[in-house]
């Protein structure tokens, strides 16, 4: 089994803002430099390489720049939103088995500029599955995730007020994180519930931020970890596509909320000695915020349609029985695709985050509900 | 950014049939020819006894809102054009896990633009309406049904 057997020991990223001067291939660079320093290794030694396959900065690009040797395993992750812990995990199966010795996984990412968002890219005649969706209306993935979310808020009496507390937990956690593109800005519940909808009932502030940076993480064989290192091993990974899903809309199999995380966390918490009931705090991608209600029932912290009670009253926070997305996540700190969910994680198993929940000694890492997905779980 | 709404590809084997049937303002879905399990949207192989052959099943054209989203500012021009819209997730009468999407009219022959999420609940039934959009596309619209016939 993958279990324990490699270690995140190094991570590394740019500045994060609303718009960089650098290019997606020079902010990896420079990302991917950094946690080879934070791990204490040099670029020459790294022989496996993961990243998305969507906007992609590609690997032989990477590896010229940085000066990789000879390079032994390379992937690339689909779906996006999806991607993050695949990449990861992949590269750590490579690792574990001895096909590599030291992989790096990154993210890199400009997606500030209005022109980037992917649906402004849509083409005149749809071929893909989203020819039933897009020309009907469901142009961009918050109108896809809005009909689900109205669905959810009809069958479990779920109000705005309650999906707020997504929103202003992480603003305040991102508050307290210096990094966080919105560190300096303030939410209310006033200002949430004045905030525009985008697509009913999802408003502005349930929608990530459109940013950009990199990040990368630097992983190892659990037997190669060095006194210098402060190793965060990778104690379970699963990725998971559920029967009928389709990307986005997936309104077609016999029940559309029972999204792909439920493949996902079934398999994920098969293999994992730590099971929900132990877990400390999570990191749940949250490109839109409904994605963290349906991630909370999915891996088990809760049980169907009790999500929205269980954040209303304090279980997100940084008291709460879950501390959920505490750097402010894709909401409030900057988005890449998950991957700053992931150094979060590292951060707080190391006991040096910036909002440090205490004794965390084990963290839950998911990622997108509405796509194929995965999951990790990260352990001290 | 393209200027006029996009449109399905028609021409795809796999689901030709549907978008034929549908100039003819008929909804129609696969029904496999092995098993006659009904299938939408449209795919090479049944799901469950995967034979490659299939033909197509007319159906009712009536339903209930399953779910629906209105979208708003920023869209694609075309779009932007249209708000308010609605576009419903309907589940057809026929089976409920046959989901079809699309725009919601207020009255038959109606226009898209101008919906209000407040002018429908989940659950209420509706019928379908096709909108000719280009010479080959007759894009499935979803009619609000005056009253009685509300689901769940
Ligand atoms: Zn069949």
Redesign the pocket.
Same mark, same amino acid.
């Given at each position: 089994m993958l279990k324990d057997q490699t270690a995140i020991v190094g991570i590394g990223e740019t500045r994060f803002a609303k718009r960089l001067e650098d290019t997606e291939w020079a902010l990896a660079c420079q990302a991917i430099k950094a946690a080879l320093d934070d791990a204490g290794i040099d670029p020459s030694e790294v022989d496996a390489m993961g990243c998305f396959n969507q906007e992609t900065t590609p690997e032989f690009d990477i590896a010229r720049s940085l000066g990789f040797g000879d390079v032994h395993f390379f992937n690339q992750v689909a779906h996006g939103g999806g991607a993050a812990c695949g990449v990861l995990g992949q590269v750590a199966m490579a690792v574990a088995c001895g096909v590599a010795n030291v992989g790096v996984v990154w993210r890199s990412r400009k997606r500030g500029d209005p022109s980037k968002r992917q649906w402004a890219g849509v083409q005149p005649r749809i071929a893909d599955h989203w020819k039933w969706s897009r020309p009907h209306g469901l142009l961009r993935p918050v109108d896809e995730v809005a009909v689900t979310m109205r669905r959810y808020m009809h069958e479990f009496n779920v109000t705005r007020e309650q999906l707020a507390t997504v929103a202003l937990s992480q603003r305040a956690y991102a508050n307290n994180n210096p990094k966080a593109i919105m560190a300096d800005k303030t939410l209310s519940l006033d200002d949430y519930l004045s905030g525009r909808m985008i697509s009913d009932p999802l408003c502005l502030y349930d929608n990530c931020l459109e940013s950009d940076g990199a990040i990368a993480l630097v992983l190892v064989r659990s037997t190669d970890v060095d006194r210098h290192q402060q190793p965060v091993y990778l104690h379970a990974f699963s990725q998971g596509m559920s029967p009928q899903h389709q990307l986005m809309t997936d309104y077609h199999g016999h029940n559309p909320l029972q999204s792909s995380s439920w493949t996902t966390a079934a398999n994920l918490w098969r293999q994992s000695d730590i099971q929900p009931s132990d877990i400390k705090l999570a990191q749940i991608y949250d490109a839109f915020s409904p994605m963290i209600l349906y991630c909370l029932e999915a891996y088990g912290f809760c049980g169907r349609g009790e999500a929205a009670d269980f954040i209303a009253d304090g279980g997100m926070s940084q008291q709460g029985r879950l501390p959920v997305n505490t750097s402010g996540g894709s909401l409030s700190e900057v988005y890449l695709h998950g991957m700053n969910l992931l150094t979060e994680a590292v951060r707080q198993l190391r006991g040096e985050a910036a909002n440090q929940v205490a004794a965390a000694d084990s963290c839950l890492v998911a990622t997108c509900d509405s796509t194929p997905n995965g999951a990790v779980v990260l352990r001290r | 950014m393209i200027n006029d709404l996009p449109l399905p590809v028609t021409n795809d084997p796999v689901d030709h049939g549907f978008w034929a049937s549908a100039l003819q303002s008929q909804l129609v879905v696969q029904r /496999? *020819?092995? /098993?006659?399990?009904l299938r939408f949207p449209p795919r090479p192989m /049944?799901?469950?006894?995967?034979?490659s052959d *299939?033909g197509w099943q007319v159906m009712s054209g009536r339903g209930k809102v399953w779910s629906f989203a209105t979208p708003a500012s920023p869209l694609l021009p075309a779009f932007e054009a249209l708000t308010p819209y609605v576009t419903a997730v309907v589940s057809l009468d026929e089976h409920e896990d046959l989901r079809v999407v699309g725009p919601l009219l207020l009255a038959p022959g109606g226009d898209i633009q101008g919906v209000r999420a407040d002018q429908l609940s989940i659950g209420q039934a509706v019928s379908i309406e096709f909108k000719r959009l280009a010479d080959d596309v007759a894009l499935p619209c979803w009619v609000l049904e005056p009253s009685g016939r509300q689901g769940e």
């Open positions: - | /496999c *020819s092995g /098993c006659r399990l /049944c799901p469950k006894c995967q034979s *299939s």
